[in-house]
């Protein structure tokens, strides 16, 4: 069964670190781009940030730029998130999806989109 | 950033009704677009992907459409389950945004 499952949320003080992590199962982990998406209580969805199979390409939203920092160990199946100097505002499910691709021949391009989902881990920023 | 703008943001219908919820985005994405089913507590499942394409697993009551800038999703004949929150995706470029979803509620 293709799997995802987030672990490492909590409470945590405004200006702490947070390290959540996402493991895969069911499927070649290696071959796959994957993603974290943010749900604030009550809110809608947030892309949060992307990183390529090999890691060689890294993307973030602007709202977390240069304080979470998005990692992967393929001979372990598995995703990180290293968020630091965490804000209120950081409070959401944090879900790890996986980025299927579709190859349209007649236009000669790729689709992308998020196709397996974890059922996520809650982060609480709180004094 | 590209930016998604669904609408309605709520919707009641019933059980066997056709709805048709409308996904719009700032600037061209051509089929770069993909509709998510979520339901209160639970991880959101693919639905579309690629502005038309259905995913697998997924019933043919749900369909896409659209291409540039506007985009729909169509349930055909609404059923018990179908009850949920859908948003719309852009996977033309980062930031992926999405929309700020559509509420459907029984009536």
């Known amino acids: 069964e293709v799997q995802l499952v987030e672990s490492g949320g909590g409470l945590v003080q405004p200006g702490g670190s947070l390290r959540l992590s996402c493991a895969a199962s069911?499927?070649?982990?290696?071959?796959?781009?994957m993603n974290w998406v943010r749900q604030a209580p009550g809110k809608g969805l947030e892309w949060v940030s992307y990183i390529s199979s090999g890691s060689s390409a890294k993307y973030y939203a602007d709202s977390v730029k240069g304080r979470f920092t998005i990692s992967r160990d393929n001979a372990k199946d598995s995703l990180y998130l290293q968020m630091n100097s965490l804000r209120v505002e950081d409070t959401a499910v944090y879900y790890c999806a996986r980025r299927g691709s579709y190859y349209e021949s007649s236009g000669s391009r790729y689709y992308y989109y998020m196709d397996v989902w974890g059922k996520g881990t809650t982060v609480t920023v709180s004094s | 950033d590209i930016q998604m703008t669904q609408s309605p943001s709520s919707l009641s219908a019933s059980v066997g009704d056709r709805v048709t919820i409308t996904c719009r985005a700032s600037q061209s994405i051509s089929n770069s677009l993909n509709w998510y089913q979520q339901k209160p507590g639970k991880a959101p499942k693919l639905l579309i992907y690629a502005a038309s394409s259905l995913q697998s697993g997924v019933p043919s009551s749900f369909s896409g459409s659209g291409s540039g800038t506007d985009f729909t999703l169509t349930i055909s004949s609404l059923q018990p389950e179908d009850f949920a929150t859908y948003y719309c995706q852009q996977s033309y470029s980062t930031p992926y945004t999405f929309g700020q979803g559509t509420k459907l509620e029984i009536k």
């Open positions: 069911g499927f070649t982990f290696s071959s796959y781009s």
